[in-house]
């Protein structure tokens, strides 16, 4: 009953808190075109993380809709969401990759648990997946004999295992030398288009993400405080966003935590 | 007066907090339980287990049972024999070892080696986020990393038990016969007389089977519910070994009043 819509998956109206005092996400509305590479930009703790886990169903809005594939992801049974993450990939921020496995099983992993198929078959898969990545020469090595770039990319290939509708990004270049992370990056955007699926990626980085993308959302406060192309973000006039991506120290996000009046701590005597 | 209410409300929230935690235990054993089937469908994930946490936990048991049985046979023979009664030393062995030794120390061991293991294992798979990412991947963590740990467990604690009593009544034979110069058909006679299949053996296996239950539903909770962080993998290892140690303990003593009251 799934139709064809233009978006994958959108976000409607959607608030969500992890406890009851405080809302991470508040009416925050977001569409993610089919075959688009998708930013979503923000402080830390802003909730970004928060968003994907909404878009795999691993938590449900307390208020507004999250939909996949024309589907209600809040309305699945657990066996129609497990169907339906076999279309997600994830990739976490620090690659996941089981410690007990070989890079060659990590990338069989899903492969092995959800499809009935040969070993020559399998073997063919995660080799062409592995390769897809750079690494199919690293097949046999275990998971701690890699670098911190290599894993990130093997726990790509993992992620493409399956060939996913849409694939999430956790912050995919956090702790990566510059190399690496501009092979991550035109990895990320040669696979999405390669395979035709739709990419959401978490990010901090300006500079490599806007040299990628084809859509940013800048999330703050719970709700979207500015989006668009790369090309509209870096002509931008909104205040917030300027301060973000040319990374100025102070602006709308105040360098200062509040605090009493600097003259009041230093000569005051206690704090009230 | 204020201290009072203060001190019963203290109690009551850390009665609760209790009564909540033993609920959560509670649900993830009906979860556990639920998963079984795939276990053994899938018997390669559990024989994986019963090697790490059987054979792996061997050498410790066989060691530890062959000094426990010649120190049980020194002792024994010590006090027996001032009552002339040192002929029954491989009666005292075996029923010592079957009703109570042999199942509570390899239990403990087994808590030791093999507890704490999967506790770390599962705590350290949930820091580095490879259970959420089996999730994400439409694998479910409780039937492929909690359940074949725990079936594993369970098949291999009765067999440790038993090769520690083995291995125990084999030591106090070292001493007792070649040592102390007892004679092997008095050794070996009287004990086979004096155990009984029903109520030495049968309740030896039920014993172990209900600290095994205990034991693993303790490491692979504790695991699962560990802190994702460093600290956390570590205070949920040494919680294992603590918690299944005085559960083992206690059941002990109430499976004991149940079996040998009177018998
Ligand atoms: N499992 C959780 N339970 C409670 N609070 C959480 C949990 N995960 C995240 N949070 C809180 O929610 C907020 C948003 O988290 P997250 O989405 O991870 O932020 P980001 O990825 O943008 O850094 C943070 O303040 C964080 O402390
Ligand atoms: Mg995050």
């Known amino acids: 009953m799934s139709e064809i819509t233009s978006d994958i998956a959108n976000l409607t109206d959607v608030s969500f808190g992890y406890d009851e005092s405080r809302l991470i996400l508040d009416g925050i509305s977001m569409s993610f075109p089919r075959g688009k590479v998708i930013a979503i930009m923000g402080g830390s703790g802003c909730g970004k993380t928060t968003i994907l886990r909404l878009l795999a169903g691993q938590v449900t809005p307390r208020l507004g809709e999250v939909d996949f594939n024309g589907r209600s992801v809040a309305r699945l049974s657990k066996k129609e969401l497990y169907a339906m993450r076999r279309q997600i990939g994830f990739l976490f921020q620090f690659g996941a990759l089981f410690s007990d496995l070989s890079v060659f099983e990590n990338v069989a992993f899903p492969i092995r648990e959800h499809l009935n198929l040969p070993e020559e078959m399998i073997r063919d898969l995660v080799l062409m997946k592995l390769n897809a990545v750079g690494l199919r020469g690293a097949a046999s090595l275990f998971t701690n004999e890699l670098s911190g770039g290599m894993a990130r990319r093997v726990a790509l290939a993992r992620a493409i295992a399956l060939d996913p509708l849409l694939m999430l990004y956790d912050e995919p270049f956090t702790g990566l030398d510059p190399i690496s992370l501009g092979v991550v990056g035109q990895l990320i955007r040669q696979l999405n288009d390669a395979l035709g699926t739709t990419s959401v990626l978490v990010t901090h980085d300006v500079v490599e993400s806007l040299k990628i993308v084809d859509y940013v959302y800048f999330i703050g406060k719970g709700c979207v405080l500015a989006s668009g192309t790369p090309e509209e973000i870096s002509h931008t006039t909104d205040p917030f966003v300027k301060q973000f991506i040319h990374g100025e120290p102070d602006g709308p996000v105040p360098l200062h935590m509040k605090a009493p009046e600097l003259s009041a701590d230093f000569f005051g005597g206690a704090h009230a | ?93 075996a029923l010592s ?125 504790e695991g699962y519910d560990a802190k994702p962080t460093a600290e956390g993998v570590s205070s949920a290892t040494t919680k294992t070994v603590v918690y299944s140690s005085l559960a083992i303990l206690a059941a002990d003593f109430i499976l004991t009043i149940f079996m040998f009251r009177g018998v």
């Open chain 2, 1 to 93: 007066m204020k201290m009072l209410i203060e001190g019963l409300r203290g109690l009551g929230r850390e009665t609760q907090a209790i009564l909540t935690r033993l609920g959560f235990i509670a649900r993830f054993f009906v979860a556990l339980i639920r998963r079984t089937p795939e276990s053994f469908v899938r018997a390669s994930l559990t024989l994986r287990e019963i090697y790490f946490s059987g054979v792996l936990s061997l050498a410790i048991i066989l060691v530890s049972g062959l000094f426990i049985g010649m120190v049980l046979a020194l002792q024994g023979y010590d006090i027996l024999s001032t009552y002339g009664a040192g002929d029954s030393l491989g009666v005292l062995v």
């Open chain 2, 97 to 221: 070892l079957l009703r109570e030794l042999g199942p509570v120390v390899a239990a403990l061991l087994f808590a030791g080696r093999a507890g704490s293991a999967i506790t770390a294992e599962i705590g350290l798979m949930k820091a580095t986020e490879q259970l959420d990412a089996m999730d994400m991947m439409a694998v479910d963590p409780i039937s492929r990393v909690a359940a074949p740990r725990f079936w594993g467990g369970m098949i291999s604690m009765p067999l440790l038990a038993a090769m520690f009593s083995a291995a125990a009544i084999l030591g106090a034979y070292a001493i007792a016969v070649p040592l102390i110069g007892m004679d092997s058909g008095a050794f070996w006679g009287n004990m086979q007389a004096a155990v009984d299949v029903r109520v030495d053996i049968l309740n030896s296996i039920v014993k172990s089977l209900v600290f095994g239950t205990l034991v693993l539903l303790i490491a692979v909770f």
